[in-house]
């Protein structure tokens, strides 16, 4: 930027401090409600980022402006965010407004094409940010802002400059559009795909064609209460042996009787969809072993608890996982595990507060807390796969249990009540491999998606880049040199100041 033998013939290396006025703006107190009742727009750094600002979520007073330092900046003016969550975002004045002071706003001079400066500012945000002091989160200066080198061409220049970004930013933009309306197509689609799952549209073909490998749903409801009470028997002739062996005491850990949940009433069952002949409803607890993660200990984040062996995986782990949870950033040490659980292999979790129904498969054992539900499923009846494919089939309707609170969560209750439409184990078999097949396409198309959407960032910057290295429209040598109106600009600013000297001295000699 600051090499002046590279920049093209008419162009000058300048500052932003030459091209534009700087200033920010200023909170009026909240604590006077009239303050925040007038008509002057007032700009929240959480509302820049479009290109233009043409409305505000908030309006102060005349009064605000006069009892504080906000100040009105004129349409046509550069706002950018100097620190906190929206540092670098930055829009254009399309009004008159005030802002406040985390954002430094800059008035171009005649020398410079506002649209110029939007641009120039996008194509240097990340290096802007860069050089803001300060530890985790960066903030910018006035000083920096000020300070930053600008390669400056001829303003005819300029106008054809923003007029091609324009041109190639409009096609860009019908592009991402595009592409953006295709993911989200990919995602309704995946839920058309899981809703005929779930319905036995997509194995129709297969039971006209196998119905010999069919079950009455009868036999399948007499098929789990079997599995079921085989379970429970075997739980409890191994607490017994445990018992015996002194390695629990007497009342320790015994399994549970199988609770019977109440069967469907008939208006329950007007309200889902109707099944295929042979396949049944049953509760989500009557297909496997369901139980919350545990953190007993307070307070949770004692120091004690962590630094261990013991992977402990969170509910955003859960939510960030495809399919299955390979990655942790916590592990709990010896006495974390002993107010904990330690879920082997292939236990399906299912998260019930913050992300709601959101599951993966543990990769290794771990250990996960009471926001948390670990499912392991019956295989020898269901596949665990089924019920994970179902759980994001169900999702919207699961969330819908969740009281509407800040922090939305379900209680395990909730989990055990899930209906889940269940067929044959052959039958599951076939629907996994449809599902498996065609998701498998699905995320092939999302993966390109993305693939192109980055690639559209990538050549948004490289269209920005070579823009300001003077490569994106041709020269003109009869346009006039930067360099002159820049001094043009100097001289005249030199005048207006000395005869804001010649007046000031005048008032004073009167006054004596």
Known sequence: MNDVSSIPKGW??????????WGSGGTP????ERYFQGIIPWVKTGELERKYIRETEEHISEEALNNSSAKIFPKGSVGIAMYGATIGKLSIWGIDASTNQACAVGIPTVAINNEFLYYYLLSERQSLIKAGKGGAQPNLSQGIIKEWPINLPPLNEQNRIVAKIEELFSELDKGIENLKTARAQLKVYRQALLKHAFEGKLTAQWRAENQDKLETADAL???????RAQRYQQQLTDWQTNVKQGSLVQRAGKPKAPKPLPPLTAKELAELPELPEGWVYSYLSDLGDLGRGKSKHRPRNDPRLFGGIYPFVQTGEVKAANRIIRQYSQTLSDFGLQQSKLWPTGTLCITIAANIAETAFLGFDGCFPDSVVGFSAF???????????????????IEAYAPATAQKNINLETLENLVVPYCSTPEQKMILNILEERFSIIDQLELTIITSLQQSEALRQSILKKAFAG???????????????LARIKAERTTVAKSATVRQRGRKAEGE
């Open 379 to 397: 295989e020898k009846i269901i596949a665990p796969e089924y019920v994970d494919f179902f759980i994001q089939a169900a999702r919207t309707r």
């Open 471 to 485: 490569l994106l429209v041709p020269q003109d040598p009869h346009d006039e040199p930067a360099s002159k109106l």
């Open 12 to 21: 000058c290396c300048t500052s932003l401090e030459k091209v534009a006025s």
């Open 221 to 227: 409801l007499k098929r789990i209460q079997q599995e």
């Open 29 to 32: 107190s909240r604590n006077v």
